[in-house]
């Protein structure tokens, strides 16, 4: 709790025209509709189950995301926060041994950043960014009688992750714009690997106000309390941006 981290879908956002000295700050509230995939390995074999955006959409099972960038030049700091709570089921998920597998997964993630300007024209903008994730991360197992009696394994932590990733953004005419983000952490870190990927399309009302939509991807694998766990979001997200 990829799709856009806590300020990862602001600086997207972004302004590419250069800035007066001084900083500048934005805050961008999302709604993201995720479909979830997971796996949790268990004594018995792998547990892979798997919810679409459109089941995510029907059940009203929404993710909530919001960021924050503060930014003086070429330099920035960048936070975003994502929260999604999403179950999904399926049934025999190991053959015979049970009748139905169901999982109910939390996540919680906080991304920080500082960001770099390496490339700015009138129209494009590039920033290198590195940081940190904080992920939380619960995940409830229930598997149905079967050949084998039911059982039921609960299973979360939390855990900090470095991150290096990179942002661009392009003006589209005289009020669009499209954005960028990708980054990758897990390399010395606690989690086996974490990645997401952000790519929104926008439009500037003025120098205070946009909207932008698009897909986040978001990934960790991460081992929690013994149990091997892969989680993948996405789906659609779409946010309005103030600047001040």
Not at 176 to 196: P, R, Y
Request: hydrophobic content about 45%.
């Amino acid at each position: 709790m990829r799709a856009s981290s806590l300020g990862m879908t602001l600086l997207l956002a972004a302004p590419a025209a250069a800035q007066d000295a001084g900083w500048r700050f934005a805050v961008s509230p999302y709604l993201w509709a995720p479909g979830i995939e997971t796996s949790v390995g268990t004594q018995w074999g792998p547990v892979d189950l798997d919810l679409s955006t459109s089941d995510v959409l029907s059940d009203l099972d929404l993710a909530f995301m919001g960021a924050f960038e503060a930014r003086n030049g070429r330099w920035g700091l960048i936070a975003d926060l994502f929260y999604a709570k999403l179950s999904q089921g399926r049934a025999n998920p190991l053959g015979p041994l049970f009748a139905r597998g169901r999982v109910e997964t939390t996540a919680k993630a906080l991304s920080g950043y500082v960001g770099y300007r390496v490339s700015e024209t009138e129209r494009f903008a590039v920033d290198a960014l590195a940081g940190f994730r904080v992920t939380d991360l619960a995940v409830d197992l229930s598997l149905s009688p079967g050949a084998l009696p039911g059982q039921r394994l609960g299973v979360s932590g939390t855990w900090v992750d470095p991150v290096i990733g990179g942002r661009a953004r392009v003006a589209i005419g005289s009020n669009g714009f499209a954005t960028a983000l990708a980054d990758l952490g897990g390399f010395g870190g606690d989690s086996d690997q974490t990645w997401q990927v952000v790519a929104m399309l926008g439009y500037q009302f003025n120098a205070r106000w946009s909207v932008q939509g698009g897909w986040r991807w978001f990934s960790i694998e991460h081992a929690l309390e013994g149990l091997d766990v892969e989680t993948d979001f996405s789906g659609p997200l779409l946010g309005l941006t103030i600047r001040f």
